[in-house]
Nanobody, 130 residues
Framework: DVQLVESGGGLVQTGGSLRLSCTTS????????FGWFRQAPGKEREEVGCTNNSDGTTWYADSVKGRFTISIDNAKNTVYLEMNDLRPEDTAVYYC???????????????????????WGQGTQVTVSS
């Protein structure tokens, strides 16, 4: 019954911005953990950021730190990824993921304990032109 649907991808120039949306259904986002991932052809899937919506804990990969920001509109059950100062290497399919184990996410952020998201969206393409 849980579903995640990403939207907001597209084509932008280097230095531009995009806001991706992850619209959720089938659950309440209040006590969930959310992650944003990306994968380019032939490259390893990379987690760019995550947030614990229960206590506000956040983490960002070094590759996007200071440029990407995750936010959540609880009333709209929607998770956002604001991407600024985009670069060609940001080109990828972006996915949102969710899991109710908020404590587990904090354990991963703090000590690297393996964490696995139960629910995934279909992805949205982001292309950054040089």
């Amino acid at each position: 019954d849980v579903q995640l649907v990403e939207s907001g991808g597209g084509l932008v120039q280097t230095g531009g911005s995009l806001r991706l949306s992850c619209t959720t259904s089938g659950f309440s986002v209040g006590n969930y953990a959310f992650g944003w991932f990306r994968q380019a052809p032939g490259k390893e899937r990379e987690e760019v950021g995550c947030t614990n919506n229960s206590d506000g804990t956040t983490w960002y990969a070094d590759s996007v730190k200071g440029r990407f920001t995750i936010s959540i509109d609880n009333a709209k059950n929607t998770v956002y990824l604001e991407m600024n100062d985009l670069r060609p290497e940001d080109t990828a399919v972006y996915y949102c993921a969710a899991d109710p184990d908020t404590l587990g996410l904090n354990l991963w952020i703090s000590w690297g304990v393996p964490y696995y998201y139960d629910y995934w969206g279909q992805g949205t393409q982001v292309t950054v032109s040089s």
